[in-house]
């Protein structure tokens, strides 16, 4: 059984809770990514989408100097390196997230994209449930 510690990625991008929200706004576009943790002194501290900078910064009218600890997600959901491959498909599904932060002793260690999962032929199907599950959740239009 694969645990995170094998698939995680490694090469993240990080900001801190004082980096400005459009200097992380310039890194997701350089980087083409839509998720960025937000890490001070290795802790990991939230993160902070591409919606979190739509709907917390700019639509809230919040200046591109606002720091990221006023718009990021704090309450999100952490592993650890030693989780199951299959252990993380299903969280992300019944959470319905895309990404899990993988944390040590409190330290960020990695990052996990439900992409990563389907690293073997066995879990293809359990990412793919949990993505079709997810992607049907967030493309629903509230009224």
């Known amino acids: 059984m694969k645990t995170l510690r094998e698939i995680m990625t490694t090469d993240y991008v990080t900001v801190s809770s004082e980096d400005d929200i459009y200097q992380i706004a310039v890194k997701m576009e350089q980087n083409n990514i839509g998720f960025i943790p937000v890490v001070d002194n290795k802790k990991l501290m939230g993160v902070v989408t591409d919606r979190d900078l739509v709907i917390r910064g700019y639509a809230a009218k919040r200046p591109g100097s606002t720091p990221a600890k006023e718009v990021m997600t704090q309450n999100i959901v952490t592993v650890s390196p030693d989780t199951t491959v299959e252990e993380a498909a299903n969280m992300m599904s019944k959470e319905m997230i895309r990404r899990l932060a993988v944390v040590d002793q409190g330290e960020l260690a990695g990052v996990v994209a439900i992409g990563d999962l389907a690293v073997t032929d066995q879990f ?20």
Do not use: Y
């Open 124 to 143: 293809d199907s359990i990412a793919s449930d949990a993505l079709s599950e997810i992607s049907q959740h967030t493309d629903v239009v509230h009224h």
